[in-house]
């Protein structure tokens, strides 16, 4: 989840969020999704969602070039503020 630096509607914010889908390319990510906050109960504008099939594939993508290219390019300069949440599916056995 994060809130970019760019006005509302601007079209930085609509080149950031287009930039993103470089992510889609690397080979481990599955299910990517740019997504627009609708709760009024959360500050952040803007999430995006993907899935690994292991830790190991989280890990390539984490390292990967494209990857850390768009943080370095993108991420960083651009946004104002984010909460990263890193799950795995709950089991109780």
Request: a negative charge; charged letters at 30%.
């Amino acid at each position: 989840m994060f809130t970019l630096k760019h006005e509302c509607g601007s079209d930085e914010e609509t080149e950031f969020l287009n930039a993103a889908l470089v992510l889609n390319t690397i080979e481990s990510v599955q299910k990517f999704e740019r997504l627009r906050q609708t709760s009024a109960k959360c500050k952040h504008r803007f999430g995006f969602s993907m899935e690994f099939d292991s830790a190991e594939a989280y890990e390539f993508y984490n390292q990967h070039p494209s990857h850390t290219q768009f943080v370095e390019e993108h991420w960083i300069p651009e946004v104002a503020e984010f909460q990263e949440i890193d799950y795995e599916l709950y089991s109780d056995a």
